[in-house]
């Protein structure tokens, strides 16, 4: 099985700079366009400490942050992120939406 060099890469970022609780690094490119090798589309589920107390758009800044370099790279990204409390009360993940220009 084929896995993505972007994929690893925001893996290993957000485990060092988020020691989280939970993360899980969804390639969704096989939904879009570019197809399941085009490393586009991304879905992070993360829980971590480093959330305490930080509003949603707060947490989003810091993922951004540290993915920067990244990010240049990718179509797309999507961010579920929640406290280690949160995560545990509601581990339940939206599911993503279809691509809207796949099928164009």
């Known amino acids: 099985m084929f896995v993505h060099p972007h994929k690893l890469k925001i893996e290993e970022i957000l485990t060092k700079e988020f020691a989280p609780f939970y993360l899980e690094v969804v390639d969704e490119s096989y939904m879009h366009h570019g197809g399941p090798e085009a490393g586009s589309h991304y879905k992070v589920i993360m829980a971590s400490h480093e959330f305490l107390n930080l ?14 370099l990244v990010l240049n790279d990718i179509h797309a990204l999507s961010l579920k992120l929640y406290t280690p409390e949160e995560w545990l009360n509601n581990p339940i993940v939206p599911a993503s939406p279809k691509c809207m220009g796949k099928n164009k």
């Open 55 to 68: 509003k949603m758009v707060e947490r989003h800044k810091k993922v951004h942050k540290v993915l920067h």
